[in-house]
């Protein structure tokens, strides 16, 4: 019995896919070179790759791989896969956050192998592997300061650490380490006291060759404005005026703001070290009236900290800090009313932040 054209075409057939005996470690190097994501993320996976997914089932043909597979390798992940700077073993456990992050690598290189012409595998064995839950991978609690231990830290720093101006403006725009060490003169308006956040530096590491320092996107690949205080505008026009003093070239608009004395930029895994070292002498010296130890990241969260107890909205806040969106219930919750009764709804409140953020952190700061 003949089938007619319009009786195929209602089906989708999907062709056979010839089970692949490829390795997997052999399969992952090619999808990794195909990929067209940012030098560091491709870096990240790559690393990642070889770490922790190749000497464990690296030589396991493409068609052999089963959920049930890559569960047990999440499960010894979990238990004993970390290794150290050399990439040597060292019998502790890798965070769920990592491994979970391991499977989604993996999920997205077999769901590859499977939509390939033609295709390498017939299904994706990631889609029933069982990796960590997102609640087991969450990170771990947060412990930004308040702003009486922000105005001790920067109290100190000021005659304490040369990046005190870098410590401020973490602090006080909220902007990620990447987004400041990016930051050019251009990008900053002292006159209308604002700094356009467009662009974020980060490490790239490859096996083998030394680490580069690269610009891309910021986190979420959207540029933003952020206002700044009275005295944050203060603070960059000296450090601007000293910059010039040392060489013309490092107060010109396409100069980055903090850079070394080549103008180059200042290494980020170098700069969170500083922090950490400066902030460990700011905790000696004042000894019991110092702020509690924290991680130079967790100065972004002591800004929204702050920002949530000056009430500024939650809207306001996230798109000041360059999050991609707000949390479920601080989208939906209501928070006052509009003019005829009705909800007020984040996206309003957002829209009307009648004193600057900036200026409000740094009235909480100045009463201590």
Request: net charge positive; with cysteine.
């Amino acid at each position: 019995m003949e089938v007619s054209h319009g009786v195929k075409s209602a089906f989708r057939v999907r062709e056979y896919a010839d089970p692949s005996k490829q390795p997997l470690g052999a399969y992952l190097a090619t999808w990794l070179d195909g990929l067209r994501l940012a030098p560091s993320t491709v870096a990240s996976y790559r690393k990642n790759v070889r770490l922790h997914i190749t000497p464990y089932i690296g030589d396991v043909p493409l068609a052999s791989l089963t959920s049930a597979r890559l569960t047990k390798l999440y499960r010894g992940l979990e238990t004993s896969g970390r290794r150290d700077g050399k990439g040597s073993r060292t019998g502790k456990p890798l965070s769920a956050c990592t491994v979970r992050h391991i499977h989604t690598i993996l999920g997205a290189a077999l769901g590859a192998a499977v939509d390939a012409e033609p295709p390498q595998l017939s299904r994706n064995p990631a889609a029933r592997a069982k990796p960590p839950t997102a609640e087991q991978a969450r990170a771990p609690e947060m412990h930004p300061w308040n702003a009486a231990q922000l105005a001790a830290f920067l109290t100190w720093s000021a005659t304490g650490s040369v990046l005190h101006v870098a410590w401020w403006a973490l602090a006080m725009t909220g902007m990620r380490r990447g987004e400041l060490l990016a930051l050019r003169w251009r990008d900053i308006d002292l006159e209308a006291a604002t700094i356009a956040v467009r662009r974020s530096a980060g490490l790239v590491r490859v096996k083998g060759q030394k680490a580069v320092i690269t610009e891309g996107s910021t986190k979420n690949k959207q540029s933003r404005v952020v206002d700044i205080d009275a005295a944050t505008v203060t603070l960059l026009r000296a450090w601007k005026r000293d910059r010039g003093t040392l060489a013309l070239p490092l107060a010109m608009d396409h100069a980055l703001v903090f850079s070394d004395l080549e103008g180059r930029h200042l290494h980020p895994e170098r700069f969170s070290r500083t922090f950490k070292t400066t902030l460990a002498r700011c905790r000696k010296t004042l000894g019991d009236g110092a702020p509690p130890e924290i991680r130079l990241h967790d100065l972004r969260h002591t800004h929204a900290t702050l920002l949530q107890m000056s009430r500024v909205a939650p809207a306001a806040s996230f798109g000041r800090s360059g999050e991609r969106a707000l949390p479920a219930a601080q989208r939906t919750a209501p928070k006052a009313t509009r003019s005829n009764g009705s909800p007020r709804t984040m996206r309003d409140l957002g829209r009307q932040q009648p004193v600057a953020s900036g200026t409000r952190i740094m009235r909480l700061v100045s009463l201590y």
